[in-house]
C-alpha cells in the first residue's frame, strides 16, 4: 500500500517528536525524504501548506510542526 503524501509527511514528523522530542518539516527535510520527487515544491510542500491549512500541521519560523490534530491523524 502506498502512502500519500500528506500521510508520508504526518508519519515523519510523529516519528522524530517520539524519537527526538521536536520535529520540523522544511524544505531541506523534504528534499531528503522525498529524494525521487522533481517538483518538491509544487507538490509536497504544497501538502504541507495544505496540512497547516487544515490544522494539522502549524507553521513556524524553522518549517511546519505537528499540532494535536496531526498527531491524532498520524496514528491512525
Known amino acids: 500500500m502506498k502512502l500519500s503524501y500528506s500521510q508520508r509527511i504526518l508519519m515523519f514528523l510523529a516519528e522524530q517528536e517520539r ?6 518539516f522544511n524544505m531541506q527535510v523534504a528534499k531528503r525524504r522525498f529524494r525521487n520527487v522533481g ?8 501538502r504541507a501548506r495544505e496540512l497547516a491549512s487544515s490544522k494539522m500541521l502549524k507553521r513556524t ?3 511546519f510542526t505537528l499540532t494535536a490534530r496531526g498527531r491524532k491523524e498520524a496514528v491512525k
Open 39 to 46: 517538483d518538491i515544491d509544487g507538490s509536497v510542500m504544497r
Open 61 to 63: 519560523p524553522d518549517g
Open 19 to 24: 524519537t527526538n522530542g521536536n520535529a520540523v
